[in-house]
Antibody, heavy 120, light 108 residues
Framework: QVQLVQSGAEVKKPGASVKVSCKASGYTFTSYGISWVRQAPGQGLEWMGWISAYNGNTNYAQKLQGRVTMTTDTSTSTAYMELRSLRSDDTAVYYC?????????????WGQGTLVTVSS | EIVMTQSPATLSVSPGERATLSCRASQSVSSNLAWYQQKPGQAPRLLIYGASTRATGIPARFSGSGSGTEFTLTISSLQSEDFAVYYCQQYNNWPPVTFGGGTKVEIK
């Protein structure tokens, strides 16, 4: 079945970087894009950006430009999201999701989420 | 950026009753709208895409309607497993993709 499995929880200090992985299975990785969405504790969903697994093209949320980098490794069907210069308000659950369900821009499936805690 | 506004923020409903959730876009998104359900500690789950098409495996009690700027998610007869937070998402004009703030459906 189509599945996205993310890396485990991380605890980082302010100013550090974090890199979250998202391993895809059950479909042709390069046929879909991967989006990243985060959710701060008790808050709603915030779109972070998108990467084409076909050619590596990216689109990032304006507020994260310069701090975020999304990449893919087609040899392992894995997407990565790196966030630098971490601040306390980056504490959130980070999700990857496959974009393009039946040709739409909706997201299915989602990874299980990775909790990133930023604390001194 | 298209702003998505969901109402109400919280909806109190008895099991077996009908629930109607609203989502409004700040400008037309055509039918490029999805609905997601999220339970505590879980990732969001796609319910509806294209404003009105149920995703695979989604029960028929969930239905979506609307186009342009006004959208509705209806749960015809609430089951215990339907108590959750629901988000709408537009993917018509992006970047950025934008989500509504969510509607929490709670037991009355």
């Amino acid at each position: 079945q189509v599945q996205l499995v993310q890396s485990g929880a991380e605890v980082k200090k302010p100013g550090a970087s974090v890199k979250v992985s998202c391993k895809a299975s059950g479909y042709t990785f390069t046929s879909y894009g991967i989006s990243w969405v985060r959710q701060a504790p008790g808050q709603g969903l915030e779109w972070m950006g998108w990467i084409s697994a076909y050619n590596g093209n990216t689109n990032y949320a304006q507020k994260l430009q310069g701090r975020v980098t999304m990449t893919t490794d087609t040899s392992t069907s894995t997407a990565y999201m790196e966030l630098r210069s971490l601040r306390s308000d980056d504490t959130a659950v980070y999700y990857c999701a496959r974009e393009g369900y039946y040709g739409s821009g909706s997201y299915f499936p989602w990874g299980q989420g990775t909790l990133v805690t930023v604390s001194s | 950026e298209i702003v998505m506004t969901q109402s109400p923020a919280t909806l109190s409903v008895s099991p077996g009753e009908r629930a109607t959730l609203s989502c409004r876009a700040s400008q037309s998104v055509s039918s490029n709208l999805a609905w997601y359900q999220q339970k505590p500690g879980q990732a969001p789950r796609l319910l509806i895409y294209g404003a009105s098409t149920r995703a695979t495996g989604i029960p028929a009690r969930f239905s979506g309607s609307g186009s342009g700027t006004e959208f509705t998610l209806t749960i015809s007869s609430l089951q215990s497993e339907d108590f959750a937070v629901y988000y709408c998402q537009q993917y018509n004009n992006w970047p950025p993709v934008t989500f509504g703030g969510g509607t929490k459906v709670e037991i009355k």
